[in-house]
């Protein structure tokens, strides 16, 4: 392999972005596009301000797809073929990582040797293709999670299925391979370390942010007349894909609760779901209208699909409370872009979301997920709403996606120095003289 090129300014000239089982390009809020596709599209921006290219590769699910994209400037999305375009689940998808391996590897064979500089996978499925795209190129694996099965498993909404040992497998083995491991929050580098092993030394914690011109406070009159809600009603807000991990379903009971201990709110109260479903969720699509019905609260509730980001940014303006009551959130990106629009949050205090909200400050955090004290916590954030919206913006403003691009940026540079110095060493050590056989491999290295 021909040695690296550097860059004149020291950083990456490009990076390979991998996002197997979803496309930046895709809604989020719906199928399996989430919080993952919204870093990735704002983090590939930011990187190509800084003058580094980014190439992000995807599946393709449609025939109808052009197999390259130009997503904005310095940003292209390539689609690969890899299986059926369609009806293909993602628990399928690791039957075609060999298909989707090989797509990737071909377009860099089109270019010099040294074409990327770093392969940054997202998802374990990515992370997968990543490794071997790092042995194939010389260059670091920066590889980010998202979720962790480990952790899913142990916090396993009702009716909903484990994750499998394959991709438990599958993620033990990125994470030790990876150069880098980029975890949302203290506490997900905890769990890499604790539950899969990850070198403290290769793990890293790097926020998201929320893009603080886009969601910004305003007129709330002015987001209920946007988004059709009374503006003397009581609104409280979901955001996010319908599936037990979620729990949606926690919202509407305790919605019911509130009501039980106040009837005269019935003529005040509305909750907005803002969604479609995914994952075990589509087997059951209309479940959660059902259970609005059952409660006596199907008056009360409306759905919306999911929403452009300028669009939700009035949606968040226009509640007076978003609930966040997943069973588990490796950061909770709605909590954020809610708070920077000036409307606290009531959430689970699971996973990344005592980061993404302070207690007390900026929302309310819930141990477990009744909706009992859910119901509690809305009442305790609408007593001090005003207070709490101020807290909510302050707290919102100490991330942005300059931030994690900068910190990336340094987790790219740092690994390949060091890839460059582990690459070095058999030079220096000929230099020196006759390579030493290391015990037991019969092999100079």
């Known amino acids: 392999m021909p040695a690296r090129r550097p860059s004149r300014s020291g950083l990456p000239a490009r990076v390979a972005t991998l996002s197997v089982h979803t496309s930046p390009l895709d809604q989020p ?27 992000v590769f995807t599946r393709a699910t449609s025939s109808d797809l052009p197999p390259v994209v130009e997503m904005s400037p310095g940003v292209t999305v390539r689609h690969v073929s890899a299986g059926p375009f369609e009806g293909l689940g993602k628990e399928e998808l690791p039957a075609q990582l060999c298909a989707f391996t090989a797509a990737v590897l071909r377009e860099e064979a089109q270019h010099e040797p ?26 670091p694996l920066v590889h980010t999670a998202h979720t962790l099965a480990k952790v899913k498993n142990e916090a396993l909404a009702a009716g909903d299925r484990p994750e499998p040992r394959a991709r438990v497998i599958g993620e033990e083995q990125v994470v030790a391979e990876a150069d880098r491991l980029i975890a949302n929050t203290d506490e997900e580098a905890r769990q890499l370390v604790r539950l899969y092993g990850a070198d403290p ?37 979901f955001v996010g894909r319908i599936q037990p991990l979620k729990a949606p379903d926690v919202l509407l ?28 969720g589509l087997e059951a699509p209309r479940q959660l209208e059902q259970l609005a019905g059952s409660l006596g609260i199907g008056d009360l509730v409306r759905f919306h699909p999911p929403q452009p980001p300028d669009r939700l940014a009035e949606f968040y303006r226009a509640a007076d409370v978003t609930v966040v009551p997943s069973h588990n959130e490796s950061f909770g990106l709605v909590a954020l872009e809610s708070q920077a629009c000036g409307t606290p949050v009531v959430a689970a205090a699971v996973g990344g979301l005592p980061t993404a909200v302070r207690d007390g400050v900026s929302g309310v955090l ?3 997920h009744d909706p009992v004290d859910y119901a509690a916590a809305v009442r305790a954030v609408l007593a001090r709403r005003e207070l709490l919206a101020a807290g909510a913006r302050r707290h919102a403003a100490r991330f942005s996606w300059d931030r994690t691009a900068d910190a990336l940026v340094d987790a790219y540079v740092s690994a390949a120095a060091e890839m460059a110095a582990a690459q070095a060493w058999p030079l220096r050590d000929r230099r020196a003289g006759p390579l030493r056989a290391l015990p037991g491999l019969g092999v100079a290295r």
């Open 253 to 280: 009971a305790g919605a019911a609760r509130m009501l039980a201990a106040d009837p005269g709110l019935r003529a005040r109260l509305e909750v907005h779901v803002v969604g479609a479903p995914s994952g075990s």
């Open 201 to 237: 030394a290769r793990t890293l914690v790097v926020p998201p942010g929320v893009d603080l011109d886009r969601f910004t406070p305003g007129s709330r009159t002015a987001a209920r007349r946007a988004t059709g809600m009374a503006q003397d009603a009581v609104v409280l807000l």
């Open 114 to 139: 040294g074409y990327y500089d770093v392969v940054h996978s997202h998802y374990w499925l990515s992370g997968q293709v990543g490794w071997l795209a790092r042995d194939r190129w010389s260059v």
């Open 366 to 368: 819930v141990d477990g």
């Open 29 to 55: 809020g719906a199928g399996d596009a989430g919080g993952m596709n919204v870093y990735i599209v704002e983090v590939s921006r930011r990187l190509a301000a800084r003058g580094i290219a980014v190439d």
